[in-house]
């Protein structure tokens, strides 16, 4: 059974595949059953290359408790997260609609609709950055919304604690670099925070 195509019916991991949902750049999500609770989830199964990185294997693991443990309305609630036959996934809350990259693609949104789905991602991420918690990957596709527009922001997957010292971890020119823990904290408190903040107006002000 390979990675890019689970067949409608397939079981793995205790979930059965009803069907897709999408494609991401290292990952596929598929529309699933929990064959213990007996409830629909989104599965998102990571490309097998990632298992096999060693850092970010143990970040993907120490973050995905961490996204876990926000429990806030506008996040995407986390059921289990893990490694299953060298294989890193999520199960996760299916969201029944759409997302905000096919609802910019259908045609320009009103101002007050801007403000309704704007409003929702800054509560989830004000939410997050009060405990710590950094996304760093807002983006329309991450923005998911159930059939009444309330929105779940999916994919806190590269979500670094700001208190973890580990959060100091650089790349420069192909090489890693330590930075001290006060250091690390400071910078991690300025700059993704920022990143953040600027993800959330930047899709929807191209409108
Ligand atoms: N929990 C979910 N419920 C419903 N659809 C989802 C869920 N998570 C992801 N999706 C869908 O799967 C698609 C692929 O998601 P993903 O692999 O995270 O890649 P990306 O966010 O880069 O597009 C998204 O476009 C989204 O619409
Ligand atoms: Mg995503």
Redesign the pocket.
Known sequence: MSFSDLSVGSELLGYRVEGL?????M???Y?AEDLRLRRRV?L?LLSPALAGDELFRERFLAESELAASLDHPCV?PIYEAGEADGRLFIA?????G??L??LLRDGPLTAERTVGLCAQVADALDFAHERGLVHRDV?P??V?LDRREHV?L??FGLTKRLADPRVGVLRSRRRRVLLRPRAARLRARRAPCRLDVGGVGRPLGRR
């Open positions: 949902l999408g494609r991401g750049g990952s596929v999500v529309l989104a998102k995407v996760m809350r299916y969201v029944e759409s997302d990259k096919q983006k596709s991450n998911l779940y999916a994919d």
